[in-house]
């Protein structure tokens, strides 16, 4: 099971940006499609984006397109979640996820310990 470590939330004004992070271990990092999702205070847990193993294939939840771009760097075990345009809704909890498959990243995956992001108005 490859162990997951989230880094680069902090606070920033609406209109701002931030890039997070996630890095891997285990040497199967490159075989592994990973996920980022968040979690706002009293919701629950929703989808953001997710790559494949190879980078070839991204998806985004409709509410973060155009502004979110997900990437990896299998080199550096490492995914990373740039985020622009940010509004005081993307304000949640981030986690990364990494699994055999996307569809099943929620089910399957592996999981970080969560990155806090906050967007002031």
């Known amino acids: 099971q490859v162990q997951l470590v989230e880094s680069g939330g902090g606070l920033v004004q609406a209109g701002g940006s931030l890039r997070l992070s996630c890095a891997a271990s285990g040497r199967t990092f490159s075989s592994y499609a990973m996920g980022w999702f968040r979690q706002a205070p009293g919701k629950e847990r929703e989808f953001v984006a997710a790559i494949s193993w190879s980078g070839g294939n991204t998806y985004y939840a409709d509410s973060v397109k155009g502004r979110f771009t997900i990437s990896r760097d299998n080199a550096k075990y490492t995914v990373y979640l740039q985020m622009n345009s940010l509004k005081p809704e993307d304000t949640a909890i981030y986690y990364c996820?990494?699994?055999?498959?996307?569809?099943?990243?929620?089910?399957?995956?592996?999981w970080g310990q969560g990155t806090q992001v906050t967007v002031s108005s």
């Open positions: 996820a990494a699994g055999p498959a996307i569809a099943t990243l929620t089910s399957d995956g592996s």
